[in-house]
Structures are given as C-alpha cells and as structure tokens.
C-alpha cells in the first residue's frame, strides 16, 4: 500500500500481484480478486504517467504490459468464480476477449468463457466453447490447458445427455496425467468417474476413483481427496442399485 500511496506505480503493481498470489495459496479468493483489481488500477496509472512523457509506439502490437494486463485479469476472472454474480463474471469474460493479442492467450479466453457457461449451464454453448479451446490448445503444445478444456467439455457432454462420448473424451486425457499438476490429475481422475456414473458405469467410476484419493493423498491435495470421497459415495450408491 505504501508504494500506491507514494504514486510508485510499477512496484505497487507487483506487491498487489505478489499480495494476490499468497492469498490464492490460502483460498481466499475475495482477497485474491481485490489485490488483482488494485493491480490492475496501478498500472492503469503506470501507463497513463509514460504516456505524459514517452512517445505512442510507431508500430501497433502487444507490450510487456499487455501481456501483464491479460495475466492480471485471466487471474481476476477465476478468483472471482467462486464469489461473484454471473454478471460480473460475463464482464471480466469479455474483457479477456478483448484483451487477447496471442493464439495461446485466444485459447485461455475461450476456455474461461466455457468456464462460464457451463457454470451457468449453458451447457451446448460451453461444450462448444471448451472445444475451440482444446483444438487451439493442442495445436500449441499447451498440454495443461487442453485438460483444462476437457474438463469443462466432458461433464458438458454428459449433462447434453451423451454420456458415452464424454467418459471416451475423459478416457483420452488419462494419457495426460503424469505430464500435469496432480491436482489437475486428481481433476481429471474424479470428472472420469463422475461421467462414468452417468454411463452407468459405477464399478469403473470406483477404480478411478481410488487411484484418485491415492494421487491426491501422495500430494496432500485435501480438496482433491475430499471430491473424490463424495464421488466414491455416489459412485458406491450406484453400484448398490445396479445391483
């Protein structure tokens, strides 16, 4: 706060991004989402203070801080997932839209707005969205935003009622899951199993599901085990009734 107060724009930016990013590793989200706004202000400020004394670039194209801009505001976007209205979050969508000068940072707003609409289960809309990202992924070598993608296509398919294609869809990514973060591995275990159920396979959706609370165990990824306990009660009810 002090460098915001001494109009020290530049540093204020980074000690709000820093202040961001240590309460993202705590949870808290709405913390989180106001360090980023502030970020953003301070270089809203930063930009306009060079602008007094620098000359405009002669060629058009995205900068440094461009580049930060879109970090800071892709960060905004999911911290806010959590606590803000669904209009909010269309705003800060569309914004990313905007924003987006490279094909890996085109590929990111279109997975955060299928993100969002399969949130608001619009569930088409995201399934198609969540598409266009995984392709665009994929072509970049972008292996974790792909699964990233697959995560939100999948329980689409499954809620469009085409639960087939979306467990064969989840079924691909496991290739995926010692070349990603565990938690993401974890993710992808629990949303198989999930569009397993659906397939009114439960006793498939168990095995997934204990390597899911093996892998997040391993890790201490307690939200992980925690989702994969719930699914493992769903996954057991179900086989119960098939029984």
């Not at 820093?18 to 706004?37: I, P």
């Amino acid at each position: 706060a002090h460098w915001w107060a001494g109009q020290r724009w530049r540093e204020a930016v980074l000690a709000y991004r820093q202040a961001a990013q240590q309460a993202r590793s705590v949870g808290a989200h709405a913390a989180e989402a106001q360090h980023l706004r502030r970020a953003l202000e301070a270089l809203d400020a930063a930009q306009a203070e060079a602008a007094l004394v620098t000359a405009p670039p002669l060629v058009a194209g995205a900068s440094e801080d461009d580049e930060l801009r879109f970090e800071l505001s892709l960060a905004l976007y999911h911290a806010a997932r959590g606590g803000e209205p669904f209009e909010a979050r269309q705003g800060l969508s569309a914004r990313l839209h905007e924003l987006a000068h490279t094909e890996a940072q085109r590929a990111l707003a279109l997975h955060a707005e299928a993100t969002l609409r399969g949130d608001n289960f619009e569930d088409a809309r995201a399934f198609e969205l969540a598409s266009q990202a995984m392709q665009a992924a994929c072509a970049l070598g972008l292996h974790a935003l792909a699964v990233d993608a697959a995560l939100v296509a999948g329980p689409a398919l499954s809620r469009l009622n085409r639960p087939r294609e979306a467990a064969e869809l989840m079924e691909r990514q496991l290739a995926a899951l010692d070349e990603i973060e565990p938690t993401q591995a974890v993710s992808v275990l629990v949303s198989f199993a999930h569009v397993l159920i659906t397939s009114d396979a439960p006793g498939r959706a168990l095995e997934q599901l204990q390597c899911a609370r093996g892998r997040a165990q391993a890790h201490a990824d307690w939200p992980g085990l925690r989702d994969a306990l719930v699914m493992s009660g769903w996954a057991e009810f179900a086989v119960g009734k098939l029984a």
